[in-house]
């Protein structure tokens, strides 16, 4: 006997939202470790962006999350339950994969109708309504007839995420579902796909390897790397202050820019820069909008590049100085990414676009010009040697 419409409604909102936490989840394909020691907690309603560079385990824990890979090790529980032995079907998630996977016989309400019937089973005329209010929510209401040959990549992936929520399932799991989409698109639909989840209150994953994407859509952002967390935080924690030294220059665009130097008397000497450090750092690092431009003065201490073995000046206030010349200039809309070259490698510093003239000297920014870089105390973040922020509580 097939359950009537309210009940099912009662259902679909009593599993939506529900708490996810792994407990030292790992996984193994033979000598490879995909994930290692995979510790988070999901919150009821929460989307967490789960980032990183290809190969870091992202797809793994996400297949681990919905039942098609088991983990080697550890624990998954949803709302306290563990996941182990449970098919996915069982798990009343709905997946949104890169590729579309749409039946291409069916018209973008058949699509929809079909996995809520036998995903859901809801009567037909029940389906039908729920699938034409999520194809309307998503904006696609007009083209409920057509088949994805039809539709342009856009609205099949459209179709593809109503075809997920329309379940209102309790876990919504999106491997990449943007990528093959131009970037306009990706910025409109990424709004679409926040908004359509704040409204149904489901917990999400998001899988992206596009941080833009992942600080726009998290709730909070996992950054991963060789199968290991390496932070767990919201877009503002991440970026102003990573935890380790990979997510700093993996995170930002352009990212931080991390220099290495010695430790000796309360002092971190590197090429070209002398700065007041605290105990154990063995590098620091400074975004590129917490450094000034400035002309290099011919003759001023730091002004110009420091004589080959020549030691760099201290500074009293703890603000780090370089010098360098530029490389290239980037417009960047309203901003501009200057590149300089330094005995300590290459640094991005951040300036307005409409500032054509620094400091006096309209041609700080140009390739080949001498200038110094400068940052306050409060702008740089030290790193241990084996990559911990130092200070994170």
């Known amino acids: 006997m097939r359950p009537d419409d309210d009940a099912l409604a009662a259902t679909a909102a009593g599993t ?26 999901v919150r009821p309603g929460e989307i967490v962006a789960l980032l990183g560079p290809s190969g870091s385990g992202k797809s793994t824990l996400l ?55 036998y995903g859901r089973r809801m009567s037909r005329s029940a389906a039908v309504a729920r699938a034409r209010e999520t194809l309307e929510m998503l904006g696609i209401g007009a083209l409920a007839d057509r ?17 997920a929520l329309a379940r209102r399932a309790r876990v919504v799991l999106l491997d990449e579902p943007m990528s093959g989409l131009d970037a306009k698109l990706r910025v409109e639909l990424r709004v679409e796909i926040v908004a359509l989840l704040r409204r149904l209150g489901s917990t999400a994953l998001f899988v992206t390897h596009d941080q833009s994407e992942a600080m726009a859509v998290g709730d909070r952002v996992a950054v991963l790397n060789g199968g290991r967390l ?16 990979f997510v700093a ?46 002309p290099a003065a011919a003759g001023s201490p730091g002004g110009a590049p420091a004589a080959p073995g020549a030691p ?4 009293l206030d703890g603000s780090l100085r370089i010098a ?56 740089l973040a030290f790193f241990t040697g084996d990559g911990a922020l130092i200070g994170v509580d």
Do not use: K, W
């Open 324 to 379: 360098g010349n530029v490389v290239v200039s980037e417009r960047l809309g309203a901003e501009r990414v200057v590149y300089v070259q330094t005995a300590a490698g290459a640094v991005a510093v951040r300036v307005s676009a409409r500032q054509t003239d620094v400091a006096g000297t309209p041609d700080a920014t140009r390739a080949g010009a001498p200038v110094t870089l400068t940052a306050p105390a409060t702008a």
């Open 230 to 245: 390496e932070q767990l935080g919201t877009p503002d924690e991440i970026y102003d202050r990573p935890a380790t030294r």
């Open 147 to 163: 088949r994805p040959a039809q539709m342009s990549g856009g609205q099949r992936q459209r179709v593809a995420i109503g075809r």
């Open 63 to 117: 297949r681990i999350c919905a039942g098609l890979e088991a983990p080697t090790s550890g624990r998954l529980l949803f709302a306290g339950v563990d996941q182990a032995g449970l098919a996915p079907h069982q798990r009343d998630v709905a997946l949104v994969f890169q590729h579309y996977a749409l039946y291409p016989h069916l018209s973008a309400l058949d699509n929809l109708t079909l996995a809520l019937r």
């Open 16 to 41: 939506a939202g529900v708490p996810i936490d792994m407990e030292s989840l790992g996984r193994d394909f033979g000598p490879v470790r995909a994930l290692a020691e995979m510790s988070m907690s």
């Open 312 to 315: 760099p000046a201290a500074r």
């Open 249 to 294: 220059t993996f995170v930002g665009s352009p990212p931080m820019t991390v220099l290495d130097g010695a430790l000796t008397e309360g002092m971190l000497r590197g090429p070209g820069f002398a700065v007041a450090a605290p105990a154990g750092a063995a590098a620091v690092g400074v975004r590129p909008e917490g450094l000034e431009l400035a």
